[in-house]
């Protein structure tokens, strides 16, 4: 038995693991528990009381947990025992409240410090010291960071020059301002002036420090707290006390060297930083954004004839809308009256407009054309796909890729290091530097050091493009659901693929029904009436086709869908079995020579064929055909040609896969694959060491796609294919897939020149900061410049991250 429980009181991985391993420590108990939702699924051989669950949790910590049932609405709860969960069988699921996920008040740290974790109000992280982000792209929170940045920043700089300029100034022959005051004055006046600039626009740097002490977090704001600070109290204490310095720190005039002005360039710079990746973290989301403004906010509710303008909140399912030329369609739902073009293009990421007529299927946010029509309203709210994918891209653009852990391994180390290289530096200095400054030396090369090896540039550098690989691949109908995906797809070599709605259009019609009797009609009502039950295309083909001709469909008892090999059920008191050859077999069906010849040569013509049996002798056939997308083809040679091996497995007849095949130019293919044949035969190339993707579009595939390595969807698929997978192609043809290739090839070369970008600023410039060129070229690093080159590193990061925007998929 399988049960689904809510649980409450998770923050974090920890907290899922200890969760997971208190349920599983239960005798007869298999429990895997998710933190994004709370979820945990509990498979058990007995009924387990939930009062028995909840003293497991209690027992290591405080959690609760609850059944799925009583935290949902009534019209929300999961049905159980409705039908078979085969291929063919309609199921029902309770659906995910995307909104929740992305409500206001939730926060996330963007360098995912603690993986998926959130915080309830806006801070620091209290590992790396980071702004939190707001979840919710649109909320006002992500604004006023940046305008808060913003203003800080003008403060910053209103004080910043005036030192600066005094700081140059000063250091002339003859200079003016001597004449005005002496330079002790001056001093006096950079000071004052500092103090705005310390002491509130870049004060929050030094509280991040102070917390990254404390907790043994230690991140680029403690190399910043440490440098500016020490740069600042040691001018503080020249200024007040200068009679306390020894000699060696005085200049030849016997004056204290200050570095007010080098204290306030290296925290505006940073200050810069942090508001140059503010501005970057909103562009980011820019692909989310623009999503989000395709669902209009009013729509017109059609009432007894009369038309009444709403909001989109009120909005029923089973309401009638009318949409207007040029209007955004508001939920998704079924054309009723009318016909139209929509223009799908920022869902689907496919220019050409679509002709839609009565029964069409319409998604909200897409364009209505020139023409009025009557829809009405089948999902709302966050059931809709454009909601879906909005949540989709959020959770992947906050997920972690694997390469992401090479970069916390190093930040772990790199900041104890670069502490450790800084204390070298001053004490090699000191000992080795020129007379009388060797102090003076070896403390301004190791505040250098501290302020250049910032590794904010580190951090970044997955994240942001991952962002914004997510967010370009929504743009283009390439739906990822994490980061993972995103790098293992770069290293697929061989691509799975379903065939009907994957390879075809999945759109199969009915061209005859022959039957041995001559009574076709009779045979096709029969076999109408027993795919009335079943979701799949090839049964909504026959009653489709049935209802054309006018034919009246008869209840069903016993029902059943076998996955993989067709339904059987008894209408009019007689058994009937439809489906393929190991249907037949498995019902004892007799099967003439005559009727097995006809069905070989429909076959070989590409086509679909399933026997009908009636009372355990087959009686007839019905021949589906099912036309090949026009873009698999192309998109099938293009990946030949990028070295993957494309392979199609289908749950048809040899002779039709083969047609398939052919045509296709392929020359890997297996027939008559059941559910678990597909799994199977992924698990044996994993075994071979191969990466293996699996596109697929119905419940049969979800298994496969779950055992993929990448699992890609079909948008135009069932809601348990895009729930196994971790891609969803929203159009749903393989040109998709060479999308989600050359999308994934270009995020994860795009990380690597970041990682290079980070490692190579730290590497060269670190050396430089500790004066290893002094002895041969006289060169010392200054830290203002230190500071601008580790700002310089983040800008380069940010702005190659914001490069892949313009990738052409």
């Not at 002005?261 to 940073?270: M, R, W």
């Not at 009907?500 to 029904?513: A, R």
């Not at 069905?599 to 021949?623: N, P």
């Not at 890997?668 to 579009?697: N, T, W, Y």
Request: with cysteine; glycine share 6%.
């Amino acid at each position: 038995m399988k049960h689904t429980y809510t649980i409450t009181g998770m923050s974090c991985n920890g907290c899922r693991t200890k969760v997971e391993k208190a349920l599983n420590a239960l005798a007869s108990v298999t429990a895997t528990v998710t933190l994004d939702p709370p979820i945990a699924t509990i498979t058990s051989s007995k009924t387990i009381a939930i009062s028995v669950l909840q003293d497991a949790l209690t027992a290591v910590g405080d959690y609760s947990i609850q059944s799925v049932q009583a935290t949902l609405p009534l019209s929300e709860a999961p049905l159980e025992n409705q039908g078979s969960c085969c291929s063919t069988a309609k199921t029902s699921k309770p659906k995910a409240d995307f909104s929740s996920k992305i409500a206001p008040g939730k926060y996330y740290c963007p360098m995912f410090c603690e993986g998926d974790k959130v915080y309830d109000q806006p801070g620091d992280c209290p590992v790396c010291g980071m702004d939190l982000v707001s979840m919710k792209p649109t909320n006002p929170e992500e604004n006023k960071t940046y305008t808060d940045l913003m203003r800080k920043m003008k403060i910053a700089l209103i004080f910043t020059l005036p030192i600066f300029i005094i700081a140059m100034t000063t250091m002339l022959p003859n200079t003016p301002l001597v004449q005005i005051m002496p330079i002790k004055s001056w001093d006096w006046v950079q000071f004052l002036l500092s103090l705005p600039v310390v002491f509130y626009a870049a004060w929050m740097f030094f509280e991040r420090a102070w917390k990254s002490v404390l907790t043994a977090n230690l991140n680029m704001f403690t190399l910043i707290g440490i440098g500016s600070g020490a740069a600042f109290l040691f001018s503080v204490f020249g200024l007040f006390f200068p009679d306390a310095f020894p000699a060696e720190f005085k200049t030849q005039t016997g004056t204290v060297p200050l570095y007010f002005e080098a204290t306030t360039v290296i925290l505006t710079l940073v200050l810069l930083g942090q508001l140059l990746e503010a501005r970057a973290h909103s562009r980011t989301s820019g692909a989310i954004k623009e999503l989000m403004k395709l669902a209009p906010t009013q729509a017109t509710l059609v009432v007894d004839g009369v038309d009444k303008v709403v909001s989109i909140a009120s909005i029923k399912k089973g309401d009638w809308l009318r949409v207007k030329p040029g209007e955004k369609i508001p939920v998704d739902g079924k054309i009723t009256q009318g016909k139209s073009t929509i223009d799908a293009s920022m869902v689907t990421g496919e220019p050409i407009p679509v002709d839609k007529s009565v029964g069409d299927s319409v998604v909200a946010g897409t364009i209505n054309g020139n023409q009025s029509f009557v829809m009405v309203a089948q999902k709302i709210g966050s059931e809709t796909l454009l909601s879906q994918i909005v949540q989709m891209v959020t959770d992947a653009s906050r997920s972690r890729a694997p390469i992401q852990k090479l970069a916390d391994r190093i930040a772990k180390y790199f900041v104890p290091t670069v502490v450790g290289v800084s204390v070298l530096a001053f004490l090699v200095w000191a000992k080795y530097g020129p007379e009388p400054h060797a102090l003076i030396y070896g403390f301004i090369n190791a505040v250098a050091v501290l302020i250049i090896a910032c590794p904010c540039a580190l951090g970044l550098a997955t994240p942001m493009s991952v962002m914004v690989g997510v967010g370009k691949g929504a743009q283009s109908g390439v739906l990822i659901k994490n980061a993972e995906a995103l790098e293992v797809m770069d290293q697929v070599d061989v691509l799975i693929t379903d065939k009907t709605g994957t390879i075809t259009e999945g759109k199969p019609s009915v061209e005859k029904v022959f039957a041995t009797n001559n009574q076709e009609a009779d045979l096709l009502q029969k076999i109408a009436s027993l795919n009335q039950y079943s979701e799949h295309p090839l049964a909504q083909a026959v009653v489709a086709f049935a209802q054309a001709k006018k034919l009246s469909l008869t209840d069903v008892a016993d029902f059943e869908a076998v996955s993989g090999k067709g339904v059987t059920g008894t209408v009019a008191n007689k058994k009937v079995a439809l489906g393929n050859k190991k249907l037949m077999q498995q019902v004892h069906a007799l099967v003439s020579e005559d009727i097995e010849q006809k069905i070989i040569a429909e076959q070989k013509l590409g086509k679909t064929v399933s026997y009908i049996a009636v009372d355990q002798v087959v009686l007839g056939y019905v021949a589906i055909t099912d036309a090949i997308k026009n873009t698999s083809a192309a998109a099938i040679k293009e990946l030949m040609r990028q070295g993957i091996e494309v392979i199609m497995l289908t749950g048809d007849n040899e002779n039709t896969a083969k047609s398939v095949a052919n045509e296709l130019q392929l020359t890997s293919f297996i027939a008559g694959c059941l559910p678990e044949d597909k799994r199977d035969e992924i698990k044996r190339l994993q075994a071979q060491g191969k990466i293996v993707a699996m596109a697929g579009d119905g419940i049969n595939d979800a298994p496969a796609l779950a055992q993929a390595n990448v699992g890609i969807a079909m948008g135009t698929g069932t809601d348990v294919a895009i729930e196994s997978a971790k891609i969803t192609l929203v159009k749903g043809d393989l040109q998709g897939i060479v999308k989600a290739k050359k999308l994934s090839h270009g995020v994860m070369k795009n990380i690597r020149q970041n990682l290079f970008f980070a490692f190579f600023y730290n590497v060269l410039g670190i050396p430089i900061a500790a004066g290893v060129l002094y002895p041969f070229f006289g060169l010392l690093l200054s830290p203002m410049i230190a500071a601008l080159a580790m700002s310089f590193s983040s800008v380069s990061v940010i702005a190659n991250a914001l490069r892949l925007r313009k990738m052409h998929l």
